[in-house]
Nanobody, 125 residues
Framework: QVQLVESGGGSVQAGGSLRVSCTIS????????MGWFRQGGGEPVGVASI??????YYVDSVKGRFTIAQDNAKNTMTLQMNSLKIEDSGTYYC????????????????????RGQGTLVTVSS
């Protein structure tokens, strides 16, 4: 069973930067897909993902501003968020996604397998 614990987040003015981190425990060896999604007042929104071979995926709204990375030795994953916008606000969840079968590509829109409790990011004007 995989457990995910987020840290980081906080409040920042628009244009600023924040980093959120995820500590992962449990069995994630082998092929895997991990990432982040955000939830504000509505439906959850995929943000970014990274697979075991280091391939990354970003939704269009964060391309060029966000960077996802993983450290397999330390079982951590980070999301560096630069040039933050007000619409980036929300609770950010670290997650693992189904990767295999019909899910041939690692994206934050794959079937959700596990997620953490979330960390709040607030961007103000």
């Amino acid at each position: 069973q995989v457990q995910l614990v987020e840290s980081g987040g906080g409040s920042v003015q628009a244009g600023g930067s924040l980093r959120v981190s995820c500590t992962i425990s449990g069995d994630i060896d082998g092929r895997h897909c991990m990432g982040w999604f955000r939830q504000g007042g509505g439906e959850p929104v995929g943000v970014a993902s990274i697979s075991d071979d280091g391939s990354t995926y970003y939704v269009d709204s964060v391309k060029g501003r966000f960077t996802i990375a993983q450290d397999n030795a330390k079982n951590t994953m980070t999301l560096q968020m630069n040039s933050l916008k007000i619409e980036d606000s929300g609770t950010y969840y670290c997650a693992t996604f189904t990767y295999g079968g019909r899910w041939t590509r690692c994206t934050p829109y794959n079937k959700l397998d596990a997620r953490g409790q979330g960390t709040l990011v607030t961007v103000s004007s």
